[in-house]
Protein backbone atom coordinates (compact mmCIF):
# COMPACT_ATOMS: atom_id res chain seq x y z
CA UNK A 1 0.00 0.00 0.00
CA UNK A 2 0.92 3.67 -0.47
CA UNK A 3 0.39 6.41 1.30
CA UNK A 4 -2.08 8.17 -0.41
CA UNK A 5 -2.07 11.27 2.59
CA UNK A 6 0.80 12.18 4.33
CA UNK A 7 0.94 15.25 7.17
CA UNK A 8 4.15 16.14 8.24
CA UNK A 9 4.32 18.14 11.48
CA UNK A 10 1.31 20.45 10.96
CA UNK A 11 -0.03 23.35 13.14
CA UNK A 12 -2.72 25.91 13.70
CA UNK A 13 -3.27 28.41 15.50
CA UNK A 14 -6.48 30.80 15.12
CA UNK A 15 -6.41 34.49 15.43
CA UNK A 16 -8.16 34.15 18.73
CA UNK A 17 -4.79 32.80 19.86
CA UNK A 18 -6.65 29.12 19.99
CA UNK A 19 -3.85 26.60 19.37
CA UNK A 20 -6.12 23.85 17.39
CA UNK A 21 -3.23 21.75 15.95
CA UNK A 22 0.70 21.61 17.54
CA UNK A 23 2.44 19.04 15.45
CA UNK A 24 0.43 16.21 14.01
CA UNK A 25 1.83 13.71 11.81
CA UNK A 26 0.64 11.12 9.95
CA UNK A 27 -0.13 8.79 7.03
CA UNK A 28 -3.02 7.32 5.26
CA UNK A 29 -2.73 4.61 2.91
CA UNK A 30 -4.38 4.02 -0.55
CA UNK A 31 -7.45 2.08 -0.06
CA UNK A 32 -8.02 2.60 3.72
CA UNK A 33 -10.76 3.13 6.10
CA UNK A 34 -9.21 5.66 8.29
CA UNK A 35 -10.82 7.04 11.41
CA UNK A 36 -9.75 10.49 12.97
CA UNK A 37 -10.95 10.22 17.04
CA UNK A 38 -10.80 12.11 19.74
CA UNK A 39 -12.83 14.59 22.25
CA UNK A 40 -14.52 17.84 20.82
CA UNK A 41 -12.30 20.51 20.37
CA UNK A 42 -9.44 18.45 19.78
CA UNK A 43 -8.61 19.79 16.06
CA UNK A 44 -10.44 16.66 13.97
CA UNK A 45 -12.66 19.57 11.67
CA UNK A 46 -9.19 21.81 11.89
CA UNK A 47 -7.08 19.03 10.52
CA UNK A 48 -9.98 18.28 7.79
CA UNK A 49 -10.07 21.78 6.86
CA UNK A 50 -7.00 22.55 6.34
CA UNK A 51 -6.15 18.91 4.69
CA UNK A 52 -9.06 19.67 2.19
CA UNK A 53 -7.76 23.50 1.24
CA UNK A 54 -10.16 25.15 2.83
CA UNK A 55 -8.56 27.18 5.59
CA UNK A 56 -4.45 27.54 5.95
CA UNK A 57 -2.26 26.14 8.04
CA UNK A 58 0.38 27.80 9.74
CA UNK A 59 3.41 25.65 9.20
CA UNK A 60 4.12 22.16 8.67
CA UNK A 61 3.78 19.94 5.12
CA UNK A 62 1.18 17.96 3.55
CA UNK A 63 0.58 15.98 0.85
CA UNK A 64 -2.25 14.04 -1.36
CA UNK A 65 -1.11 11.62 -3.82
CA UNK A 66 2.22 12.90 -3.76
CA UNK A 67 1.17 16.69 -4.57
CA UNK A 68 1.58 19.58 -2.32
CA UNK A 69 -1.92 20.68 -1.83
CA UNK A 70 -0.25 24.88 -2.16
CA UNK A 71 0.67 23.98 -5.66
CA UNK A 72 -1.73 21.83 -6.89
CA UNK A 73 -5.34 22.88 -4.82
CA UNK A 74 -7.27 21.95 -8.24
CA UNK A 75 -5.61 18.96 -9.09
CA UNK A 76 -6.48 17.90 -5.32
CA UNK A 77 -9.95 19.57 -5.07
CA UNK A 78 -10.57 17.34 -7.99
CA UNK A 79 -9.91 13.84 -6.66
CA UNK A 80 -11.11 14.36 -3.11
CA UNK A 81 -14.82 15.17 -2.07
CA UNK A 82 -15.66 16.73 1.16
CA UNK A 83 -18.65 16.17 3.64
CA UNK A 84 -17.56 19.14 6.42
CA UNK A 85 -19.26 19.11 9.84
CA UNK A 86 -21.16 22.21 9.29
CA UNK A 87 -24.16 21.79 6.20
CA UNK A 88 -23.46 24.85 3.92
CA UNK A 89 -25.61 24.85 1.15
CA UNK A 90 -27.91 26.98 -0.46
CA UNK A 91 -30.91 27.01 1.11
CA UNK A 92 -33.01 28.56 -1.93
CA UNK A 93 -32.62 25.32 -4.37
CA UNK A 94 -33.59 21.76 -4.65
CA UNK A 95 -31.69 18.75 -4.12
CA UNK A 96 -31.95 17.70 -7.37
CA UNK A 97 -30.75 21.37 -8.91
CA UNK A 98 -28.08 21.27 -6.14
CA UNK A 99 -26.58 18.06 -7.15
CA UNK A 100 -27.13 18.65 -10.99
CA UNK A 101 -24.61 21.94 -10.57
CA UNK A 102 -22.38 20.22 -8.45
CA UNK A 103 -21.30 17.82 -11.17
CA UNK A 104 -21.52 20.57 -13.89
CA UNK A 105 -19.00 22.25 -11.38
CA UNK A 106 -16.57 19.67 -11.42
CA UNK A 107 -16.82 19.54 -15.40
CA UNK A 108 -19.70 16.97 -16.09
CA UNK A 109 -21.92 16.99 -19.09
CA UNK A 110 -25.27 18.04 -18.76
CA UNK A 111 -26.53 14.62 -19.62
CA UNK A 112 -23.87 12.78 -17.30
CA UNK A 113 -24.92 15.53 -14.01
CA UNK A 114 -28.28 14.63 -14.63
CA UNK A 115 -27.39 10.96 -14.03
CA UNK A 116 -25.22 10.86 -11.66
CA UNK A 117 -27.33 13.11 -9.60
CA UNK A 118 -30.28 10.51 -10.36
CA UNK A 119 -28.25 7.42 -9.33
CA UNK A 120 -27.13 9.22 -5.78
CA UNK A 121 -30.88 10.57 -5.28
CA UNK A 122 -31.92 6.97 -4.95
CA UNK A 123 -28.82 5.61 -3.26
CA UNK A 124 -29.17 8.39 -0.55
CA UNK A 125 -33.08 7.72 -0.02
CA UNK A 126 -33.52 11.38 -1.72
CA UNK A 127 -36.38 10.84 -3.93
CA UNK A 128 -39.44 12.26 -1.98
CA UNK A 129 -37.62 15.15 -1.36
CA UNK A 130 -35.56 15.85 -4.79
CA UNK A 131 -38.03 19.08 -5.75
CA UNK A 132 -38.16 20.11 -1.93
CA UNK A 133 -35.74 23.38 -1.06
CA UNK A 134 -32.55 22.69 0.78
CA UNK A 135 -33.87 24.95 3.29
CA UNK A 136 -36.52 23.09 4.55
CA UNK A 137 -35.05 19.69 4.57
CA UNK A 138 -34.72 17.89 8.08
CA UNK A 139 -31.49 17.86 9.72
CA UNK A 140 -30.98 13.82 8.87
CA UNK A 141 -32.07 14.81 5.10
CA UNK A 142 -29.67 17.54 4.95
CA UNK A 143 -26.87 15.50 6.28
CA UNK A 144 -27.87 12.89 3.54
CA UNK A 145 -27.89 15.83 0.62
CA UNK A 146 -24.54 16.90 2.18
CA UNK A 147 -22.74 13.65 1.82
CA UNK A 148 -24.53 12.83 -1.37
CA UNK A 149 -22.81 16.09 -3.07
CA UNK A 150 -19.49 15.26 -1.37
CA UNK A 151 -19.81 12.01 -4.20
CA UNK A 152 -20.82 13.70 -7.27
CA UNK A 153 -17.66 14.08 -8.85
CA UNK A 154 -16.84 10.09 -8.09
CA UNK A 155 -13.75 11.16 -5.60
CA UNK A 156 -10.52 9.00 -4.92
CA UNK A 157 -10.62 10.12 -1.41
CA UNK A 158 -13.82 11.39 0.86
CA UNK A 159 -13.38 13.02 4.07
CA UNK A 160 -16.88 13.07 6.10
CA UNK A 161 -16.59 15.22 9.28
CA UNK A 162 -19.17 13.66 11.86
CA UNK A 163 -21.56 12.45 8.47
CA UNK A 164 -24.33 10.74 10.57
CA UNK A 165 -25.03 13.15 12.76
CA UNK A 166 -29.26 13.71 13.00
CA UNK A 167 -29.70 10.49 10.95
CA UNK A 168 -31.78 7.88 11.97
CA UNK A 169 -31.25 4.27 11.89
CA UNK A 170 -32.24 3.39 8.78
CA UNK A 171 -30.85 6.35 6.69
CA UNK A 172 -27.26 5.47 8.74
CA UNK A 173 -27.29 2.10 8.13
CA UNK A 174 -27.90 2.86 4.09
CA UNK A 175 -25.41 5.63 4.25
CA UNK A 176 -22.61 3.32 5.61
CA UNK A 177 -23.82 0.79 2.94
CA UNK A 178 -22.78 3.16 0.37
CA UNK A 179 -19.58 4.07 1.97
CA UNK A 180 -18.45 0.83 2.31
CA UNK A 181 -19.32 -0.24 -1.40
CA UNK A 182 -17.08 2.87 -2.11
CA UNK A 183 -14.04 1.90 -0.34
CA UNK A 184 -14.30 -1.82 -1.49
CA UNK A 185 -14.14 0.06 -4.64
CA UNK A 186 -10.81 1.72 -3.55
CA UNK A 187 -12.13 5.02 -2.39
CA UNK A 188 -9.72 5.94 0.63
CA UNK A 189 -11.93 7.08 3.74
CA UNK A 190 -10.79 9.99 6.57
CA UNK A 191 -13.63 9.59 8.65
CA UNK A 192 -14.73 11.73 11.72
CA UNK A 193 -17.22 10.99 14.21
CA UNK A 194 -18.24 10.57 17.75
CA UNK A 195 -20.08 7.30 16.81
CA UNK A 196 -17.21 4.54 18.09
CA UNK A 197 -19.40 1.49 17.24
CA UNK A 198 -19.38 2.82 13.35
CA UNK A 199 -15.73 2.68 13.61
CA UNK A 200 -15.62 -0.13 15.05
CA UNK A 201 -17.62 -1.90 12.29
CA UNK A 202 -16.08 0.04 9.50
CA UNK A 203 -12.68 1.23 9.81
CA UNK A 204 -9.14 -0.60 10.17
CA UNK A 205 -7.06 2.71 11.05
CA UNK A 206 -7.04 5.23 13.63
CA UNK A 207 -5.69 8.41 15.16
CA UNK A 208 -6.73 9.41 18.42
CA UNK A 209 -6.24 13.30 18.60
CA UNK A 210 -6.30 15.27 21.79
CA UNK A 211 -5.62 19.04 22.40
CA UNK A 212 -4.16 19.27 19.05
CA UNK A 213 -2.00 16.36 19.68
CA UNK A 214 -1.59 12.46 18.23
CA UNK A 215 -2.21 10.16 21.17
CA UNK A 216 -2.51 7.09 19.36
CA UNK A 217 -1.61 5.83 15.43
CA UNK A 218 -2.33 2.29 14.39
CA UNK A 219 -4.84 -0.52 13.89
CA UNK A 220 -8.19 -0.74 15.62
CA UNK A 221 -7.07 -3.84 17.08
CA UNK A 222 -3.52 -2.93 18.20
CA UNK A 223 -5.59 -0.16 19.95
CA UNK A 224 -7.57 -2.44 21.80
CA UNK A 225 -4.34 -4.65 22.27
CA UNK A 226 -2.59 -1.72 24.06
CA UNK A 227 -5.58 -1.06 26.49
CA UNK A 228 -6.94 -3.77 27.75
CA UNK A 229 -5.08 -6.62 26.59
CA UNK A 230 -7.14 -6.94 23.55
CA UNK A 231 -9.90 -9.46 25.75
CA UNK A 232 -12.76 -8.69 23.29
CA UNK A 233 -13.74 -5.33 24.25
CA UNK A 234 -15.71 -2.64 22.11
CA UNK A 235 -13.94 0.30 20.94
CA UNK A 236 -15.96 2.51 22.60
CA UNK A 237 -14.95 0.87 26.13
CA UNK A 238 -11.32 0.97 25.17
CA UNK A 239 -11.32 4.45 24.37
CA UNK A 240 -12.83 5.71 27.21
CA UNK A 241 -10.64 3.73 29.52
CA UNK A 242 -7.45 5.25 27.23
CA UNK A 243 -8.67 8.61 27.86
CA UNK A 244 -9.42 7.90 31.50
CA UNK A 245 -5.74 6.51 32.34
CA UNK A 246 -4.10 9.41 30.34
CA UNK A 247 -6.34 12.10 32.35
CA UNK A 248 -4.44 10.78 35.76
CA UNK A 249 -1.30 11.00 33.89
P1 LIG B 1 -13.12 19.14 16.80
O1 LIG B 1 -13.56 19.07 15.38
O2 LIG B 1 -12.16 18.05 17.20
O3 LIG B 1 -14.27 19.20 17.75
P2 LIG B 1 -12.10 21.78 16.08
O4 LIG B 1 -11.04 21.53 15.10
O5 LIG B 1 -13.43 22.25 15.58
O6 LIG B 1 -12.28 20.48 17.01
O7 LIG B 1 -11.58 22.83 17.12
C1 LIG B 1 -10.28 22.76 17.71
C2 LIG B 1 -10.07 23.98 18.60
O8 LIG B 1 -10.02 25.15 17.79
C3 LIG B 1 -11.20 24.23 19.59
O9 LIG B 1 -10.63 24.75 20.77
C4 LIG B 1 -12.06 25.24 18.90
O10 LIG B 1 -12.77 26.02 19.83
C5 LIG B 1 -11.04 26.07 18.15
N1 LIG B 1 -11.58 26.65 16.91
C6 LIG B 1 -12.18 25.98 15.88
N2 LIG B 1 -12.51 26.81 14.89
C7 LIG B 1 -12.12 28.06 15.28
C8 LIG B 1 -12.17 29.35 14.69
N3 LIG B 1 -12.69 29.55 13.47
N4 LIG B 1 -11.65 30.39 15.39
C9 LIG B 1 -11.11 30.19 16.60
N5 LIG B 1 -11.02 29.00 17.22
C10 LIG B 1 -11.51 27.94 16.57
MG1 LIG C 1 -15.40 18.87 14.51
Known sequence: MEAIIQIKNLCKTYSNGTEALKGISLEIQSGQFFALLGPNGAGKSTLVKIITTLISKDSGEFYIQGSNTETNSLKIQKI???AS???EIDPA?????LMVFQGRLFGMSKKEAIERAGWLI???GLTNVKSQKAG???GGNKRRLHCALALVHNPKILFLDEPTVGMDPVARSEFWKIIKGLNIKGVTVFLTTQYLEEVDKHASAMSLISE?????????SNFKTMVNGGNNS???ESYLQYLEIISKQ
Do not use: M, P, R
Open 80 to 82: IGV
Open 85 to 87: QEN
Open 93 to 97: ETVEN
Open 122 to 124: EAF
Open 136 to 138: ILS
Open 212 to 220: GQILYSGTI
Open 234 to 236: SLE
